[in-house]
């Protein structure tokens, strides 16, 4: 548990500082009256970002942040919205904060080149996986029983996507929804909306052992709230499970997985035991 503690607080404390320095840059910005109105739909119309000779964002001034110009009222109304020449900062925020969390230096030997492809019943799978690790488009289920190699291809697409400068989670369902309970708390409670829009806006989310996590009607609802969102947004996702933990899921979440216009469902054989192989063979 100390572990879990320590990468809370690491996510914790990195997103109070966001907070803050947000603030405290709306108020000294309010106070100078220099905060930039925009559009609603200025940052998607801009291109590239415009620096004076000063080297300074000509679209913020250098504030980082635009306020929306919409009308009172509005739920926008007063917000902040990141300038596109903070957009690559915060990106890189996220990607940090999620690989404290995703932990992948235990699974930093699990690459497509350790991968045992000339297994008997894998070579599919293995080219497959790779194919959508290079153009992440829709969901990926890997079903197979335990020691098939699900987790390796899964961490090697996982790790293949951090390379290509992505923002990637990787986690086990229970570690996920252990990082999400112990933060949910009466008195965390922005701390836990922050980690779970973390975990939704993830550009790439991979869930290993989907099934084997306790089920309990909290974690239920929260998983399904975060694959539904991931769902309806279309967001890439992968997913491994055998096939007693996928009878075992939430059905709510089984009709989403059975929906083949966004899912390709891999089911791998299992041949040999590809865990021992492994060991085996370093
Ligand atoms: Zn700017």
């Given at each position: 548990m100390n572990h879990l503690r320590?990468?809370?607080?690491?996510?914790?404390?990195?997103?109070?500082?966001?907070?803050?320095?947000?603030?405290?840059?709306?108020?000294?910005?309010?106070?100078?009256?220099?905060?930039?109105?925009?559009?609603?739909?200025?940052?998607?119309?801009?291109?590239?970002?415009?620096?004076?000779?000063?080297?300074?964002?000509?679209?913020?001034?250098?504030?980082?942040?635009?306020?929306?110009?919409?009308?009172?009222?509005?739920?926008?109304?007063?917000?902040?919205?990141?300038?596109?020449?903070?957009?690559?900062?915060?990106?890189?925020?996220?990607?940090?904060?999620?690989?404290?969390?995703?932990?992948?230096?235990?699974?930093?030997?699990?690459?497509?080149?350790?991968?045992?492809?000339?297994?008997?019943?894998?070579?599919?799978?293995?080219?497959?996986?790779?194919?959508?690790?290079?153009?992440?488009?829709?969901?990926?289920?890997?079903?197979?029983?335990?020691?098939?190699?699900?987790?390796?291809?899964?961490?090697?697409?996982?790790?293949?996507?951090?390379?290509?400068?992505?923002?990637?989670?990787?986690?086990?369902?229970?570690?996920?929804?252990?990082?999400?309970?112990?933060?949910?708390?009466?008195?965390?409670?922005?701390?836990?909306?922050?980690?779970?829009?973390?975990?939704?806006?993830?550009?790439?989310?991979?869930?290993?052992?989907?099934?084997?996590?306790?089920?309990?009607?909290?974690?239920?609802?929260?998983?399904?709230?975060?694959?539904?969102?991931?769902?309806?947004?279309?967001?890439?996702?992968?997913?491994?499970?055998?096939?007693?933990?996928?009878?075992?899921?939430?059905?709510?979440?089984?009709?989403?997985?059975?929906?083949?216009?966004?899912?390709?469902?891999?089911?791998?054989e299992q041949a040999h035991d590809y865990r021992s192989?492994?060991?085996?063979?370093?």
């Amino acid at each position: 548990m100390n572990h879990l503690r320590t990468l809370v607080e690491n996510i914790k404390q990195p997103l109070q500082r966001q907070r803050l320095a947000h603030m405290q840059i709306q108020r000294s910005l309010a106070k100078s009256g220099q905060l930039t109105q925009m559009s609603p739909d200025a940052p998607t119309a801009l291109t590239k970002t415009l620096n004076n000779s000063q080297g300074v964002c000509s679209i913020c001034k250098g504030a980082g942040f635009l306020r929306r110009n919409v009308p009172f009222g509005h739920a926008d109304f007063g917000k902040l919205v990141a300038c596109r020449c903070k957009e690559q900062e915060l990106k890189s925020k996220r990607r940090q904060q999620l690989a404290e969390l995703s932990n992948l230096r235990i699974f930093a030997e699990k690459r497509f080149e350790t991968f045992h492809s000339e297994v008997p019943g894998l070579q599919e799978a293995f080219q497959m996986v790779g194919e959508f690790a290079a153009t992440p488009t829709g969901w990926l289920v890997l079903v197979g029983p335990n020691g098939c190699g699900k987790t390796h291809l899964a961490a090697a697409l996982a790790n293949a996507c951090l390379e290509n400068g992505a923002v990637v989670l990787f986690s086990t369902v229970p570690d996920l929804l252990d990082y999400l309970r112990a933060t949910f708390a009466p008195t965390s409670d922005a701390t836990y909306d922050q980690l779970f829009a973390l975990m939704r806006e993830a550009e790439m989310l991979v869930l290993d052992d989907l099934g084997t996590q306790q089920s309990s009607p909290w974690a239920n609802e929260k998983l399904f709230q975060l694959l539904n969102h991931r769902y309806n947004a279309g967001v890439p996702t992968v997913i491994t499970a055998n096939p007693e933990g996928l009878r075992a899921t939430d059905a709510r979440i089984r009709s989403r997985l059975s929906d083949v216009r966004l899912v390709t469902t891999l089911t791998l054989e299992q041949a040999h035991d590809y865990r021992s192989l492994h060991t085996a063979r370093g």
